[in-house]
């Protein structure tokens, strides 16, 4: 059974910082990995897919990689803002997806 | 493209009432659809999947009869809380997912159980 962990829990770095999120998952025969943002009492924002076949997908300053051999995938926020905190959700499967319990993220200005 | 919709937003409803929230895929035919529960401060856990025009498969766990599935088009899942009470009372995520397997997400049903 597909289980997936984040770490850290939570973080919070002063503005203008770059991160890095961690998300691994214990069975690597994934059709794809999505990462999601979600505010307080908000629904999920999705924020990229990767398919199983790809390695990394890119959008402004976000990027995500997935290493599946290892069963690993990072989210790296550039020149962090205020506005980036919230809940970071790592989600990985075969359909239907399973996912983490996430990271709160807090940007300080 | 790929747009699900929820309904309603929220609702707060009496113990022991039922609630009805609707999914629908708003521009794509959607040949399965998931039902996820999150509870404060938790992530989201899958309670069920359905297929259109067949039963719905729970996960472990779940009652099914107290949490009715009804997967009666291509574009409509619908989700029925039955005798509800407080400790139901959780934020309820629908997905759907058409050929390819992509899941796209809806905005979420705030259920408040009184």
């Known amino acids: 059974k597909q289980e997936v962990t984040q770490i850290p829990a939570a973080l919070s770095v002063p503005e203008g910082e770059n991160l890095v999120l961690n998300c691994s998952f214990t069975d690597s025969a994934i059709y794809n990995l999505q990462w999601f943002r979600q505010d307080p009492g908000k629904g999920l924002t999705s924020l990229l897919l990767?398919?199983?076949?790809?390695r990394e997908q890119t959008s402004g300053r976000l990027n995500a990689s997935l290493d599946k051999s290892s069963g690993r995938s990072t989210l790296y926020i550039a020149a962090s803002q205020p506005g980036d905190s919230a809940t970071y959700l790592c989600a990985a499967g075969n359909t239907p997806l399973v996912f983490g319990k996430g990271t709160r993220l807090s940007v300080i200005a | 493209g790929a747009v699900v919709s929820q309904h309603p937003s929220w609702v707060i409803c009496k113990s022991g009432t039922s609630v009805k929230i609707e999914c629908r895929s708003l521009?794509?035919?959607?040949?399965?659809m998931f039902w996820y529960r999150q509870f404060p401060k938790q992530s989201l856990m899958l309670m069920a999947t359905s297929n259109e025009g067949s039963k719905a498969t729970y996960e472990q766990g779940v009652e099914k009869d107290k949490f009715l599935i009804n997967h009666a088009s291509l574009t409509l899942s619908t989700l029925t809380v039955t005798s509800a009470h407080p400790e139901d009372s959780s934020f309820y995520i629908c997905s759907a997912s058409p050929r390819d397997k992509t899941q796209y997400f809806g905005p979420g049903t705030r259920l408040l159980v009184l």
């Open positions: 521009d794509f035919q959607a040949t399965t």
């Open positions: 990767i398919q199983s076949s790809q």
